[in-house]
């Protein structure tokens, strides 16, 4: 039975702390078990006076992952949210996951030059319209190798 996946980015709202990301982390590990529903959440921390771009995955039931896209969309907590990939695969990437935080600290983001311009529009307009974002992916799963996990 294949597995049904969504990867987006989106910029954080002004505001969002350690906090933040706490309540997010919580409220994730205590809905998606319930429906199924694993992935992991990259939290990109802004250059200048950018606040920081988040980067997800979530992976489960078409539906239910569609439907919890779609709450997670209405989130004022983040903002100027692009689908980069979605689609059907044979199995889960993180199946142990109900949803996982990483946190990208500034060196590890400088190994990654397509994750550090996450915040930029042009990075937006390149995995939105360019072949990038079929590759989406499997840069969240090589992100996912080399950086601690919190
Ligand atoms: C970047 C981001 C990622 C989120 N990811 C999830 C998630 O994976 N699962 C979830 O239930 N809520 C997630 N949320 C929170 C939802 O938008 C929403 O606040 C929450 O599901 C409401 O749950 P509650 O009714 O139990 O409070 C996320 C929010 C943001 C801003």
């Not at 439907?67 to 059907?88: E, N, Y």
Request: include cysteine.
């Amino acid at each position: 039975m294949s597995v049904h996946y969504l990867v987006y980015v989106s910029q954080a709202a002004r505001g969002t702390t350690d906090a933040t990301l706490a309540e997010i982390i919580a409220a994730s590990q205590h809905n998606n078990p319930a429906a199924e529903i694993t992935g992991v959440l990259l939290f990109v921390p802004g250059r200048d006076s950018q606040v920081g771009s988040f980067m997800q995955m979530l992976e489960g039931e078409t539906a239910a992952v569609e439907a919890l896209c779609k709450r997670i969309f209405a989130d004022p907590r983040h903002h100027t949210m692009v689908v980069l990939a979605r689609g059907d695969r044979e199995t889960r990437c993180f199946p142990d996951w109900a949803m996982a935080l990483k946190r990208a600290a500034r060196g590890e983001v400088d190994d990654h030059p397509v994750l550090a311009n996450l915040a930029d529009t042009d990075f937006v307009d390149r995995l939105a319209c360019g072949p990038g974002a079929r590759d989406s992916v499997q840069l969240l799963r090589d992100f996912w190798d080399a950086a601690p996990l919190e």
